[in-house]
């Protein structure tokens, strides 16, 4: 693998000659990275280009650096969750100017298709199969169907690391509408990840009374009780069920949310809900992957199963929103910081679950 901005292909010299050349990183194959030079790109109709300030490494990121991913044919662009400067504007695209900070997330659902006009953005074929790959890289064309909706000026004095999270916080804010977190007066977060300590805060901001995460790393769960966590277990040493009918006095959790994206903590997860529960079956799985579930609990005890997939545009505004005003931190999910240049260091360091998020900058 190829961890080095100095690690570019031969036979790019005349991209170099011609003088405006970035650094950007391709998969090649999983495992696999090459930082390469490639010429910055112009803005089409309606485009942006943005120089990346800073952009953060996900459970995506990960995955398809180890064994790829079905919707990213190899070699790719990698990297989604990214903030910076507009750098070039097409002629005829208004509101923006070179110099520009921005926020902005990297896809958009088309409008007008049958999940759109259902409102049912999130599930838009439009928006992933659209998606903005390569904000491991020093610029960015973002294209004009994402302009158009989801690129917003990053608020004064926000830090580029923090708008970039403004992606997984959508996705987030979206999954927090699938539940009634403000009648739960017990939640169940399993999984300690980015993903699981953002759904913390938006549980206990939409009023849920008790919250508990459980999770197998030590230092996240020390972040959990940081970021208001009413209790933390280490599933470590202790059986989740057992302990979660411990803490809600044998009565199962109003609302429990599984944020790790195994079939078996699926099966776990649906596990802890007690009558008339919500379980939020939120991390993802690959395509195939079966789980079961107590068809009583789902029949006679009305225990509901949902998942959550994706955001929608109201989803990002209000994402927006709620970083603007600080009322959900990113700085304490932002554990290490690394150069692109180092970009296969960092992504290891994500894989080695020593790092919540990696900061990556040009």
Known sequence: MA????????GN??????????????????????LREAPVPDPGPGELVVRVEAALTCGTDVKTFQRGHPKFPLPSPLGHEFSGVVAAV????????E??????????????CRLCRRGRESLCPDAVGRMVLGAFAEYVRVPAHIVAVNVFPRPAGMAPEVAAALEPLACVVHGADRVALDRAETVVIVGDGAIALLMLQLAKLRGAGRVLVAGKHAGRLAVARALGADAVLA??????????????????????????????????TASLAGTGG????????AAGTRASFDTYAVHYREVDLKGAFHYGRADVRRAL?????????????????????????ALELAASRDAIKVAVEP
Do not use: F, K
């Open 278 to 285: 919500e379980v939020l079956l939120y991390g993802g799985c």
């Open 99 to 112: 110099g520009d900070p921005v926020a902005l997330v990297p896809t958009a659902p088309c409008g007008a």
């Open 235 to 268: 599933v470590t040493s202790t059986p989740l069920e057992e302990a979660v009918n411990e803490w809600t006095g044998g009565q199962g959790a109003d609302v429990a949310i599984e944020c790790v994206g195994r079939p078996e903590t699926w099966e776990a």
């Open 321 to 345: 929103e709620l970083l603007s005003g600080g009322a959900v931190r990113v700085a304490p999910l932002i554990t290490h910081r690394r150069r692109l240049g180092a970009l296969g260091e």
């Open 13 to 34: 010299g005349d991209v170099r000659a011609a003088g405006r050349v970035m650094v950007a990183a391709t998969l090649l194959r999983p495992g696999a990275l090459e």
């Open 3 to 10: 961890g080095r901005a100095s690690d570019v292909e031969p």
């Open 90 to 97: 097409c002629a005829g695209v208004r509101g923006w100017r």
